[in-house]
């Protein structure tokens, strides 16, 4: 399908898709750094009421930030243990947040085992994915800074201009740094995780892995699947394909469908005769004069975010995720069309100025590029 063919939303998210901080050649591989990896027990990193009942040792794992080239750089990765108070003889769990990037898996998970029953019986790891989280070193927290500030940026010109910018500065401090920007990806993370099992001196683990995490575990899968009992993959990105070559695609497909099965229910059918065509009138509108939209602060005060195509599509995209969010699509296109604009853009837009999933662009750059 040629640029000019596709629809909007495939145009728009392959746009989106389309950055990538760099692509340089592979070097010759180095030899391992004696005495890595290793454990180093550190204080936890999360404290509340919830852990006051919970056995945990955390620390840090040390490990080489290349595998495959000449360098002293490490890598610490965030780790948290759960230790069973009665132990079952069950193999441990470790527990693979998504991304890549994000929070980490210990702000992410740490509460929620900790009041779940499954310590009790068996331990728990949780760790903070190379690049993610806790875990050091940190990757360009100022490209963060700016692109959180582009992100919300009325002209698409503009922001694409302010993210080129930041990635160029991003570029040149990890090199000023030392920072061997072909070591962050997932073969690395993989090789990560197997380090840590054989670190805690585990035989045989447990693997539960979230969208990101499912796509490690898959990986792990295939180079340490001698030393894994079980594996749940929740919401998995698949191995064999690049999700940013497949989603405009699937984006299209996934709208067209919507457009279909509101087309076959008889009560969508009749209030929403034109839903295709108004979803194209919609991003028409919005990419040419975005929608500004309120957005309350926590210190009282307030944002302005911009809805244009680009957002349109992919909060759209947010909300196939769930039977309710989906169901109003129909009915939010409409009033962004001819209703109440203002209402519709402010819960299409929600309560953040930026994804969650945005954190963290560097590492997911890197990944993906």
Not at 138 to 153: G, I, R
Not at 204 to 219: M, N
Not at 262 to 288: G, H, I, M, W
């Amino acid at each position: 399908m040629t640029s000019r063919h596709r629809s909007p939303a495939a145009r728009v998210i392959a746009a989106f898709n389309g950055a990538a901080l760099l692509a340089v050649a592979v070097a010759p591989k180095a030899a391992a750094q004696s005495g890595l990896p290793r454990f180093q027990r550190g204080d936890c990193l999360m404290d509340g009421e919830w852990a006051r009942d919970v056995r945990r040792e955390c620390g840090w794992l040390i490990v080489p930030e290349s595998r495959d080239r000449a360098s002293a750089n490490t890598v610490r990765l965030a780790v948290e243990i759960f230790r069973a108070k009665e132990p079952s003889g069950a193999p441990p769990l470790v527990l693979l947040h998504g991304g890549p990037g994000g929070p980490g898996g210990i702000q992410t998970y740490s509460a929620g085992v900790a009041r779940s029953p499954v310590p009790r019986h068996r331990e728990v790891v949780i760790y903070d994915q190379r690049g993610a989280g806790f875990s050091e070193p940190k990757l360009c927290p100022a490209y963060e800074k700016v692109a959180d500030s582009a992100y919300n940026l009325r002209e698409g010109a503009e922001k694409e201009r302010k993210l080129s910018e930041a990635r160029r500065a991003c570029v040149a401090e990890l090199d000023a740094k030392g920072i061997d920007r072909l070591a962050y990806n997932t073969e690395a993370s993989v090789a990560d995780l197997i380090d840590l099992r054989r670190t805690l001196g585990y035989v045989s683990w447990d693997i539960r892995g979230l969208s990101y995490g499912a796509r490690l575990a898959q990986e792990a899968m295939v180079r340490d699947g001698q030393a894994i009992r079980a594996v749940v993959l929740s919401s998995p990105k698949a191995r064999s394909f690049s999700i940013q070559s497949e989603q405009p695609l699937s984006t299209q497909r996934a709208f067209e469908r919507l457009f279909a099965a509101c087309t076959l229910q008889p009560s969508c059918r009749e209030a929403f005769p034109a839903v295709d065509r108004d979803f194209n009138a919609v991003y028409a509108d919005v990419t040419k004069s975005p929608l500004p939209v309120p957005i309350p602060l926590p210190d009282g005060r307030s944002d302005t975010v911009w809805l244009d195509g680009d957002r349109l599509v992919s909060r759209i995209r947010e909300r196939m995720g769930t039977s309710a969010g989906l169901g109003r699509v129909p009915l939010l296109l409409h009033e962004l069309r001819a209703g109440d604009r203002s209402r519709a853009a402010r819960e299409i837009v929600g309560d953040d100025s930026v994804p969650g999933f945005l954190a963290n662009r560097a590492l997911r750059e890197l990944v993906n590029c």
